[in-house]
């Protein structure tokens, strides 16, 4: 049996954080660089851009005139060029920390395709943790994005295990959250940045509904896709998945909620036309493209 399951939550919260702090501190004099974007865009409103399954016919060309938080896979978005060909307002592309399935063989792959389809340099930030072959031994193992202002924030406190959200833990220039899904990392950046009205667009959050992948990501094939399908979709999905997808979700929408409560002179709208995501007011894309702050 698990030793886990003999501990109270809160206690356990506490020994992961022990844990991650100390690995952090390895990466503290690199992570601190990051208080130099704190709060440089408040007053502003940018767009955080997803990869659900609408994203696939939707018309995002506007947003090179809009401050952007790219996140993941969206250099595999036929307009990704277009929308992050003007530096100002400024562009900015986060992925949170890298996983299994893939291996580091696979992420290095989808790295190399990455730097060939972004064009443009922008602000990047990369997700790490306590794993080896993370996303910084990967980047400077083959000096990837050398054009582009690369930064790591460091991904250390779990969000589970009794855990309620603080303030001071979505702060990007010390150990902040270690969530399930990139929109929190990319909400920490914007409300990092200090954006006041922060839109979502390709947010679906359906995983739990969908039968195929297709139904699930707007792009059809990348080579960190193929292993995820073949762990979420394929002959050797394992049983307990349905479950640890609704037990992320939960989490997740836990934190939306805290998020909302926590920054209630913040607007976060989710301009997605389709998905699960309502926990934050709904919004048309082209109504909110056609106003400005």
């Known amino acids: 049996m ?9 206690l356990l919260h506490r020994l992961r954080y022990i844990k991650h702090y100390i690995y952090f501190l390895r990466h503290r004099a690199t992570i601190n660089k990051n208080s130099r974007f704190r709060n440089i865009h408040h007053g502003k409103r940018c767009f955080i851009i997803g ?18 938080i790219a996140l993941n896979s969206f250099f595999l978005n036929p307009q990704c060029n277009q929308v992050l060909e003007q530096s100002m307002p400024e562009k900015y592309y986060l992925a949170p920390p890298n996983h299994a399935p893939q291996t ?11 730097q060939e389809e972004i064009v443009h340099p922008v602000s990047m930030f990369w997700g790490i943790n306590n794993n080896q072959g993370n996303w910084k031994t990967i980047i400077e193992k083959n000096n990837f994005f ?11 406190i779990g969000t589970r ?7 001071e833990d979505m702060d990007l220039g010390a150990m902040s959250l270690s969530a399930s899904n990139a929109l929190i990392n990319g909400l920490e950046l914007a ?3 200090g954006f006041d009205e922060i839109y979502l ?8 509904c969908v039968q195929r992948p297709e139904e699930y990501r707007a792009y059809p094939s990348a080579e960190h896709y193929e292993q995820e399908k073949k762990y979420d979709f394929g002959l050797d999905r394992p049983k307990h998945i349905n479950y640890e997808i609704l037990g992320n979700n939960y989490y997740t929408f836990k934190l939306y909620l805290e998020i ?8 976060i709208v989710n301009c997605t036309p389709s998905g699960i995501l309502d926990v934050f007011p709904r919004m048309n894309f082209d109504d909110v493209l056609k106003s400005k702050i």
Request: charge should be positive; include cysteine.
């Open 260 to 267: 909302a409560k926590l920054f209630p002179e913040k607007r």
């Open 2 to 10: 698990d030793i886990k399951y003999f501990f109270p939550p809160v």
């Open 146 to 156: 050398s054009k582009c202002d690369v930064n790591y924030f460091f991904c250390g």
């Open 51 to 68: 990869s659900g399954p609408s994203m696939a016919s939707l018309d995002i060309s506007a947003l090179a005139n809009e401050h952007v």
């Open 161 to 167: 295990d009794g855990y309620r959200l603080k303030k």
């Open 104 to 114: 580091e063989d696979n992420w290095t792959q989808t790295l190399r395709k990455m």
């Open 201 to 208: 667009i390709g947010f679906e959050h359906n995983h739990i």
């Open 191 to 193: 409300l990092y940045l």
